[in-house]
């Protein structure tokens, strides 16, 4: 019998269930599935939580949300096809997105078929075991609220959907076990307003780095150094921030870098990634990677062909310049091939087509070729799923790509063109470097032209 | 065949290990014991983790530990008998010891059976199942390291020494969310000097609010607001401490307190305690219980009773008073019950005996009444298991908490006699609160009289 075990209610577990509930609405036969989530709401990473460390029943938070973030990628690269943002918002909004405005348009998506009934808040998955003979798996699930294990449960299909930006990846650097400050991960930043007035160290060059030095700036750090060990990151930074390269040791509240030279700070910032981790799987079911756009071991960006039976999947586990539109197709070929509508190939099939797919990730060496690895990933999903949309936004990508080039710190008061709808984007009322609120109901209250 | 599985390497994992090889070394036939530890060394909550939230592996900090922490008790009322201060400093120190050389005490004492042997570190339990139809565990471990499961095994007996001060509790208050400076638990609190000249809110009452108002006013907090559900703490503080009924809510940063009052704080420390959590057990094994002085379902506060074999055991589960040297009874008399030199009585026997105790607590009402009930615990164990020393410490405790009434800033300067050498502590060299260097090494350089 199939039974599915989803794991995680962000916007990849979400767009499982919102196909599973779409092929249903379409006459078909959908199987039991629960999702089991840890937080007490569905949206994955969208959720703001104010604690850091360990939630109030001892398991790490998962979501890296802080007060006053805002997309990063013009939301005609998230947009899916069949809840435009025109339908949701039923005007023109801004391409740049709050928090809370991201998360109000999924969850709208969601409403449309009912997709949150599935699942089930404050439970977290503590183990999944592969059982060979009975070619299922056997899950350990705890309710938290209840603080009580749930009946140990059967279920022949798994599908990971934990997301992978929750774990933080945080070097040590000499000495600092010793620093007189608060050093702290991205994952763990909440405010930027903690450190007004302050010195501070940023270590990093991705896009924690980038949009927390923004963040900074915004809400008035004194002075901000970025250490990173791949070199300047190119952007024409505000007079309050300075490159460096990779720090080398911390001294008292002196932090010193590779060439030389030596600052002092108030508080140190990791923006050092996140770690690909499964703390409830065995090796054998573990998927394990660094981020990158095509994860080992897995057919099609999905498929987990290490374990036997091909009916363990992960969804979203990819490095990103798709989003949302990559989770949906993602969830949408894993429904089909779940559905038996599909059928997988032998596994050495399988493993070649991962190999082509690898091969071809080896040559990229630019940003504009990763967007474009990744357009013909979702492509190639598209066509082999037959998703009914043409989800290539590329020129989108590379147009962000290249204001963001151009400047930093304006690159969000830019306007883009809806691939689905034609519709351009408005203004935002107010530059993002000079907007100070940005909850969904003040969003709500803008008057947009 | 007996095998040890002992999970925690901290004083009361360690002082298992202690036990069993000074058994062996009296030339007894000692089980395979094998200790996993999370962490990267023995120690427990004495080692100092510079990370706050999750460790490099994604598994939550296990480790509460502040720079400048001295304990805020006696070494006299921890002192271990066969191992004295006067043996491991050879001289008369202090009585109250800054974080390192209370480890470097307990870490003495456990070279010299060389204890540490039988502990992997890095090594983290999952989880632990019982199986009825062997009567034994199977345990599945993983090395952080490696990032690999250990291949499952079976053990007889189950020791859990994972402490109880690891898992904060953290209560919601209404507008939290909201508030845009640090909001941290003292379980994430690394250094004072953080908070040089803020404005704070401290919510609790107990040791760890106790210690961190104090700590907060040493380095320099500009003042400090303290909030509790349970009334004023009753010490006479600095003026830059205010005591304040219950936080209601949270607006901006300006926190309202039951009585009407407000004020603004920069950064919010809860100091409010931490939960019994054991998230590699299930509900058949795991201990379920508030911070008390009696912990439910375990028979001589060591075995748990619930399910069937009574091989599992729990070390350092109580509220303390009483911390290395219960925890070192405790150990002695789990080891002689595994080899078989104690016999427990039938379950009936072992529940009416829980039920005492239960009741002799429900009629604790005092702290001095709480400190004599742990007394006669303790020395009930010593009794019950042969322990060779008597564990009595009542009056230094007694003496400790009168002391510490008189005065919460001076209460550290005081010297005590200790129990088992008769050796008087000599005064600190400075003043507690005037004391900003801390390290092993500066306290093995100082001029002691």
Redesign the interface.
């Known amino acids: 019998m199939t039974r599915i075990c989803l794991i995680g209610a962000g916007p990849s577990g979400m767009s499982m269930l919102y196909n599973l509930a779409k092929m249903k609405e379409q006459g078909k036969h959908i199987p039991d599935v629960v999702c089991y989530e840890k937080q007490s709401d569905c949206g994955g990473l969208w959720n703001?939580d104010?604690?850091?460390?360990?939630d109030?029943?001892?398991?790490?938070?998962h979501g890296s949300m802080y007060?006053h973030l805002w997309s990063n990628n013009p939301k005609e690269c998230l947009e899916l096809p069949d809840y435009t943002f025109d339908r949701h918002f039923g005007k023109a909004i801004p391409s740049f997105l709050p928090r809370e405005v991201i998360l109000d348009y999924l969850s709208g998506r969601w409403k449309t078929v009912n997709a949150t009934k599935f699942v089930r808040l404050n439970t977290i998955v503590?183990?999944v075991v592969y059982n060979s003979d009975k070619d299922n798996f056997t899950v350990?699930a705890r309710d938290q609220v209840e603080?009580?294990?749930l009946p140990l449960e059967q279920f022949s299909h798994i599908v990971v959907a934990t997301g992978h930006f929750s774990?933080?990846?945080?070097?040590?650097f000499k000495g600092?076990?010793?620093?007189?400050?608060?050093?702290?991960?991205s994952?763990?930043f909440?405010?930027a307003?903690?450190f007004k007035g302050k010195q501070l160290l940023v270590i990093g060059s991705s896009y924690s780095a980038e949009d927390i030095l923004l963040q900074c700036v915004k809400f008035g750090a004194k002075s901000i150094v970025c250490s990173s060990r791949s070199g300047p990151m190119g952007f024409k930074w505000p007079a309050q921030i300075q490159e460096r390269p990779l720090l080398e040791k911390i001294e008292g509240q002196t932090v010193f870098f590779k060439d030389g030279t030596s600052t002092e700070v108030d508080?140190i910032i990791y923006c050092t990634g996140y770690?690909h981790?499964f703390?409830f799987l065995?090796?054998n079911l573990r998927l394990?990677t660094e981020n990158r756009f095509y994860p080992p071991n897995l057919y099609k960006g999905i498929v987990w062909i290490k374990t036997g039976n091909n009916k363990l999947m992960y969804i979203g586990m990819q490095n990103q310049f798709y989003s949302m539109t990559m989770f949906d197709v993602q969830s949408f070929w894993a429904c089909r091939v779940i559905l038996g509508e599909k059928t997988l190939p032998e596994k050495d099939t399988m493993e070649a087509d991962i190999t082509r797919w690898t091969q071809k990730l080896e040559r990229v060496t630019s940003i504009a070729q990763a967007m474009d690895f990744q357009t013909k990933y979702v492509m190639d999903l598209c066509r082999d799923s037959g998703y009914q949309y043409n989800l290539d936004v590329k020129d989108i990508l590379n147009d962000w790509d290249q204001k963001k080039r151009e400047s930093i710190i304006t690159y969000r008061d830019n306007v883009f063109k809806s691939k689905f709808t034609g519709t351009v984007s408005c203004k935002p009322p107010k530059p993002f470097m000079a907007a100070f609120e940005d909850s969904l109901d003040s969003f709500c209250k803008l008057n947009l032209h």
């Open positions: 703001f104010w604690r850091t460390g360990v109030e029943h001892g398991e790490p938070i007060h503590k183990n350990w603080d009580k294990d774990v933080p990846n945080t070097p040590y600092v076990e010793t620093f007189p400050g608060r050093v702290l991960h994952h763990d909440r405010d307003r903690e508080a770690k981790t703390s065995p090796d394990q």
